[in-house]
């Protein structure tokens, strides 16, 4: 299998990543707003208001979740994986001698033809260390020494 589809298909796990938690976002959402409907209907006094501002509060959270998945999925756009070169940068499969990134999106653990790699945002932490690398460069992260064998 080439590389290219390596990162490909590491690039489609990263958009399901970001479609799965913005329809269970939206989902909460729509969930939130049926209960603000039926709360409005069904009840009064004290409990009534406690139950509403527990409801708005719930929006709140999930209208912010609903920003951050949707900044998440601007910069996976930016993503671009055919671009090829030698400094490490968003788009970029990384080898190193401790593991495999892919420098796009925080989605964690993916495994492609049974190979581990990392889809990690370059403001993560390591992202940030690896960031504007080069092959045969050294990096300390959690005191672990580890170079880079190669940049797709």
Known sequence: MTQMTVKQKLYDHCCEFVENRLK????????????LLSETK????????????MLQLEREKA???LAEIQKVEGTLTKTDINKKG???????????????????ISAGKLTIDNIDFFAISPDA????????????DEVIFRNQKFKIKNIL
């Not at 069904?42 to 501002?53: F, P, W």
């Open 63 to 65: 209208g912010q979740q």
């Open 125 to 136: 932490p390591i992202g940030l260390l690896l960031v504007s690398k080069r092959v045969g």
């Open 42 to 53: 069904s009840s009064a006094g004290d409990k009534h208001e406690t139950g509403r501002a």
């Open 86 to 104: 030698d400094i490490v940068r968003l788009g970029s499969l990384v080898y190193t001698t401790q593991a495999n990134y892919f420098i796009s």
């Open 24 to 35: 269970s976002i939206m989902n909460l959402i729509s969930e939130i707003q049926e209960s």
